[in-house]
């Protein structure tokens, strides 16, 4: 959420390409991933809250490792160790959830916690390319890390202990992973969590250097576009959460995948346009691209039991993060950029990315709960 909308002044201040760009993305997501397939070894074994204060103490100092890049190559291995501890960290979020809240209110939980997203781009995302644009791109960076600190502490407060998953008899580590991935159910939820992710994230590293690129939008009107986006999703999220509780996770999942084909495909063959329109596409996109993900991570987290949701979440989440840092960078070698500076093959990706959203419809419809 932070880099993703520096990416034209990042290209620009270190002479990129939008494959090196993409690397920037994607090394975040592929460290995450192999920290997760790590985590999962021992995941199951700790208290939650000790794990997540750990993990989220560890983003916090790989984000100021980001604020303080010197080089382009820096910034990419301060994203790596970011990436480690964020993404087990998610993973943990996810298991507490599924811990905390009983199946039947899953879907509103998920809605709840997923619109964290949404407060990050009304307040998050126009801040932070605010202070780029006035202090540099390195002041982002900065504000995350001073607001991490301040959550880590509210945390270490707040959040009980979790220890009832420790109270079940554990053997020893391989075999509770080879109980993990000896089920079939499991690896259908990691194929939805796969092209899930890579619908969307073929596409979204690269829509504000479209934007700019090709619709001549400016760097200071990016802002708006998450302003907008994040503010819509925040009450949609929450919608549907409470929707998917209602009517049941596959019907509403299915619903909104097939919503989010139109502005996907809109989206990647938008011309000039003036800013309304560019931002009635994208508010439209966010709020199906992510709306998708709430009953499609609610019937994933369904999927686990809980005696193995540590572990199984922590495969999941590397699983997502493997895909998110491979959809960006397939995207990121297909489009290319003309003489003239606009980026080429957008529409392609977005082909692509509607093919995902039907593919995974198909793996939804197979997928059981625990």
């Known amino acids: 959420m932070i880099v993703m909308p520096l990416g034209p002044r990042l290209m620009e201040i270190f002479a990129i390409t939008p494959s090196q760009f993409g690397l920037i993305v994607s090394t975040y997501t592929f460290s995450a991933g192999l920290m997760g397939l790590v985590a999962a070894w021992f995941l199951d074994r700790i208290d939650r809250k000790h794990a997540l204060l750990w993990l989220y103490g560890g983003f916090a100092l790989g984000t100021l490792a980001c604020a303080v890049a010197p080089s382009f190559h820096f910034l990419v291995a301060a994203r790596f160790v970011a990436g480690g501890f964020g993404g087990v960290a998610s993973a943990t979020i996810l298991a507490i959830v599924g811990d905390a809240v009983p199946p039947g209110r899953r879907g509103q939980a998920m809605g709840t916690l997923f619109s964290s997203f949404s407060l ?167 709020i199906f691209t992510s709306g998708r993900m709430i009953p499609g991570m609610a019937m994933v987290t369904n999927s686990a039991e809980s005696r193995h949701r540590g572990g199984f979440m922590s495969i999941n989440s590397a699983v997502q993060q493997f895909a998110s840092g491979l959809g960006a960078l397939i995207a990121g070698t297909i489009i290319a950029t003309s003489p003239d500076g606009r980026l080429q093959h957008y529409g392609a990706i977005g082909w692509m990315g509607a093919a995902f959203i039907l593919v995974s419809l198909y793996i939804a419809g197979k997928l059981k709960p625990a």
């Open 120 to 286: 990050a781009s009304i307040a998050g995302v126009p801040f932070g390319v605010f202070l780029s644009n006035h202090l540099g791109w390195h002041a982002p960076f900065f504000m995350l890390t001073g607001a991490s600190l301040g959550v880590l502490i509210m945390a270490w407060f707040v959040l009980p202990t979790m220890r009832d998953h420790l109270a079940r008899e554990k053997g020893k580590p391989w075999k509770e992973m080879a109980a993990i991935l000896s089920r079939g159910n499991h690896w259908r939820a990691f194929a939805l969590t796969t092209v899930m992710t890579m619908a969307g994230f073929m596409l979204i590293p690269y829509i504000s250097p479209y934007l700019v690129a090709n619709l001549g939008i400016s760097n200071e009107s990016l802002p708006l576009i998450y302003l907008f986006g994040g503010g819509a999703t925040f009450f949609s999220m929450r919608w549907i959460g409470r929707m998917s509780d209602r009517l049941g996770l596959l019907k509403v999942f299915t619903v909104v995948s097939l919503a989010a084909i139109p502005p996907i495909l809109a989206l990647s063959h938008l011309p000039r346009v003036p800013l309304w329109a560019a931002l009635m596409v994208t508010t439209v996109f966010m």
